[in-house]
């Protein structure tokens, strides 16, 4: 397995507020890493120091053996509001930054935009504003946008956390085919069937730190660490008015 992602003594710290403690992390090649754990535990600052949006404060970020930087292409980030320029149609959303950044031509950038869209099932949406979109719709744009720029690793922060059900098996399904197609994925999200079923590995985080690093199994069918267990029965205990009509 070729290495793609290593995060190595990751410290993270505003004022004197420990963000991230000492997190180590290798993700292979082709790998798929769900990542869940309680709202303030850190996951969104881990995800948005690997693609360098927010500085660290020790400890390194390499992608493919290299530093990464923020706009080197190699990290891509989808983000829970789609963060979608309401003026522009979706292939302008996923063509402009191509032209600005790549300084890719209009022509190329338009003709890659609705390829990215059609992978997404949009392509006869693309002359559509945001506005007009669902929100499911408005997600698999920016999920196009981010593909757009073939990252070597895509970062997914609860893309699906401000759907509603039905729009949330819509883009879970795309995020699911670029997992068959062998990206490289992080997903944060509270979609624990989805996480179950699609990542090879999970991490649970808690205060900044990660607690449990194992394979599906290990943190979804034998979590072993008390407080991950009870993070999954509280999520569980939600989840199972299914069960329990089932059993009736
Ligand atoms: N720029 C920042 N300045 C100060 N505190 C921050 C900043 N970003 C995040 N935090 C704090 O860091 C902790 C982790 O936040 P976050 O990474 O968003 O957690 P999660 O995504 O797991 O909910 C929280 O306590 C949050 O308030
Ligand atoms: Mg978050």
Same mark, same amino acid.
């Given at each position: 397995?070729?290495?793609?992602?290593?995060?190595?003594?990751?410290?993270?710290?505003?004022?004197?507020?420990?963000?991230?403690?000492?997190?180590?992390?290798?993700?292979?090649? /082709?790998?798929?890493?769900?990542?869940? /754990? %309680?709202?303030?535990?850190?996951?969104?600052?881990?995800?948005?120091?690997?693609?360098?949006?927010?500085?660290?404060?020790? /400890?390194?970020?390499?992608?493919?053996?290299?530093?990464?930087?923020?706009?080197?292409?190699?990290?891509?980030?989808?983000?829970?509001?789609?963060?979608? $320029?309401?003026?522009?149609?979706?292939?302008?959303?996923?063509?402009?930054?191509?032209?600005?950044?790549?300084?890719?031509?209009?022509?190329?950038?338009?003709?890659?935009?609705?390829?990215?869209?059609?992978?997404? /099932?949009?392509?006869?949406?693309?002359?559509?504003?945001?506005?007009?979109?669902?929100?499911?719709?408005?997600?698999?744009?920016?999920?196009?946008?981010?593909?757009?720029?073939? %990252?070597?690793?895509?970062?997914?922060?609860? %893309?699906?956390?401000?759907?509603?059900?039905?729009?949330?098996?819509?883009?879970?399904?795309?995020?699911?085919?670029?997992?068959?197609?062998?990206?490289?994925?992080?997903?944060?999200?509270?979609?624990?069937?989805?996480?179950?079923?699609?990542?090879?590995?999970?991490?649970?985080?808690?205060?900044?730190?990660?607690?449990?690093?194992?394979?599906?199994?290990?943190?979804?069918?034998? %979590?072993?660490?008390?407080?991950?267990?009870?993070?999954?029965?509280?999520?569980?205990?939600?989840?199972? $008015?299914?069960?329990?009509?089932?059993?009736?």
């Amino acid at each position: 397995m070729t290495e793609l992602l290593r995060v190595t003594r990751l410290e993270r710290r505003v004022g004197d507020h420990e963000i991230l403690r000492n997190i180590d992390l290798s993700v292979a090649r /082709g790998e798929v890493l769900g990542i869940i /754990g %309680p709202s303030g535990s850190g996951k969104s600052s881990l995800l948005r120091c690997i693609a360098g949006l927010d500085p660290l404060s020790g /400890g390194s970020v390499t992608v493919e053996g290299k530093l990464a930087r923020p706009g080197d292409g190699a990290v891509g980030m989808v983000f829970q509001n789609f963060a979608l $320029w309401p003026h522009l149609s979706a292939e302008e959303n996923v063509a402009m930054p191509l032209r600005v950044a790549r300084k890719t031509g209009r022509e190329e950038a338009r003709a890659i935009a609705r390829r990215m869209l059609d992978r997404v /099932g949009l392509a006869a949406l693309a002359e559509r504003k945001p506005a007009t979109l669902s929100g499911g719709q408005q997600q698999r744009v920016a999920i196009a946008r981010t593909l757009a720029a073939r %990252p070597r690793l895509i970062l997914f922060d609860e %893309p699906t956390a401000s759907l509603d059900p039905e729009l949330t098996t819509e883009v879970l399904d795309v995020i699911r085919d670029l997992a068959r197609e062998g990206l490289t994925m992080l997903v944060v999200s509270h979609e624990m069937g989805f996480i179950a079923g699609v990542a090879t590995r999970a991490l649970f985080m808690e205060a900044g730190r990660v607690l449990v690093d194992g394979s599906t199994a290990e943190v979804f069918t034998h %979590p072993r660490e008390d407080r991950l267990r009870r993070f999954l029965d509280s999520y569980l205990s939600r989840v199972a $008015w299914r069960a329990a009509e089932a059993a009736q």
